[in-house]
């Protein structure tokens, strides 16, 4: 099946003209293809059309059967699609990274919702179910994976944590800090951010670390 779905064809009845069509059939008592020839549509078209009709009357109901093309099925409905986009959006600014097909997966399945088989076999959603989610998404965007630099690989080890650390306790004890002294600064900033640790003494600052790593 197509990703994007072309229509070829402008054939479909609107629904008016069959409404006034079925009105003769059953309260003029016209016969179906008499009818059907007068407006120019399919006698099986206004046949199942007044069917339906009399079927919903039947049942009490006052509403019109629907014509036309069905949408396609979608796992989620368009609130829960907007609540996951919302949700993908915060985690990002979090920088925190989620797979949209795992976590699309995980959400089907906690909820209940009937998703394709595909989807329990592969343990995530279907790329077409992706595509489709990004078209109606137009805010969301695509982010590869970078690489960790070497440098910043190699330096964040035990050893350099473990004395980071110590340092900061020596600190701590010995000017009395308690906790409402320190601010934990995490990635803030538009073109940079900066990781730090800042403790106040008075009136001064005294920056114990501090990196700033460029952001795309």
């Known amino acids: ?8 064809t402008d054939r479909g009845v609107p629904a008016d003209v069959l ?3 079925s009105d ?3 309260k003029k008592s016209k016969s179906v293809r008499s009818v059907a020839k007068a407006h120019g549509i399919c006698h099986v078209t206004l046949s199942r059309y007044c069917k339906s ?20 099925n979608k796992v989620f409905s368009e609130v829960q699609e907007e609540v996951l986009a919302d949700y993908l959006t915060q985690a990002a600014d979090l920088y925190y990274g989620l797979t949209p097909c795992e976590f699309a997966y995980q959400l089907a399945v906690t909820y209940n919702i009937k998703h394709p088989q595909t989807w329990d076999e592969k343990q995530m959603a279907g790329p077409d179910w992706f595509t489709l989610f990004m078209k ?10 970078e690489a960790t630099s070497l440098t910043r ?5 035990r050893q350099n944590v473990e004395r980071f650390f110590n340092s900061l306790g020596q600190v701590i004890k010995r000017y009395n800090f308690d906790g409402s002294d320190i ?7 538009r073109k940079r951010f900066y990781f730090c640790w800042i403790i106040t003494v008075h009136i001064y600052l005294l920056k114990l670390l501090i990196s700033a790593k460029k952001r795309e």
């Open 1 to 8: 099946m197509p990703r994007q779905w072309i229509r070829k």
């Open 19 to 21: 409404k006034k069509a």
């Open 24 to 26: 003769e059939v059953t």
């Open 53 to 72: 009709l009399q079927k919903l009357r039947e049942q009490g109901s006052s509403d019109l059967p629907s014509v036309g093309y069905w949408s396609s």
């Open 136 to 145: 109606r998404n137009p805010s969301l965007s695509l982010r590869s994976p």
């Open 153 to 157: 690989a190699t330096s964040f080890n």
């Open 183 to 189: 601010w934990n600064v995490d990635e803030t900033g």
